[in-house]
Nanobody, 126 residues
């Protein structure tokens, strides 16, 4: 059982930056893929970024490519999402998720993930 706790959300002006953290506990992550998803009011949850823990390979949604960076700290068992050049359309609740891999990593598919954090609100004002 893996527990995930997000932090780092808040209110920021357009063009600003935030760094989200996702601290994991309760298990080893060497065979996990870690993803960030977001959900805006009235919209479906959407994929933002993902990282394969074992190799550090990263994947991004087109909407955030070049602005967001996902990374991990093995010692702290923490995944980060550095968000730069934020736009009002980035406003959403951001969720961290862990996929206990058993084959291909379908990183964009939310129902493939086994564990989820509680979410952290990011609000970008114009």
């Amino acid at each position: 059982q893996v527990q995930l706790v997000e932090s780092g959300g808040g209110l920021v002006q357009a063009g600003g930056s935030l760094r989200l953290s996702c601290a994991a506990s309760g298990g080893t992550l060497s065979n996990y893929g870690m993803g960030w998803f977001r959900q805006a009011p009235g919209k479906e949850r959407e994929f933002v970024a993902a990282i394969l823990w074992s190799t550090g390979s990263t994947y991004y949604a087109d909407s955030v490519k070049g602005r967001f960076t996902i990374s991990r700290d093995n010692a702290k068992k923490t995944v980060y999402l550095q968000m730069n050049s934020l736009k009002p359309e980035d406003t959403a609740v951001y969720y961290c998720a862990a996929d206990r891999l058993s084959g291909t990593y379908y990183y964009t598919v939310s129902n493939r993930y086994d564990y989820w954090g509680q979410g952290t609100q990011v609000t970008v004002s114009s």
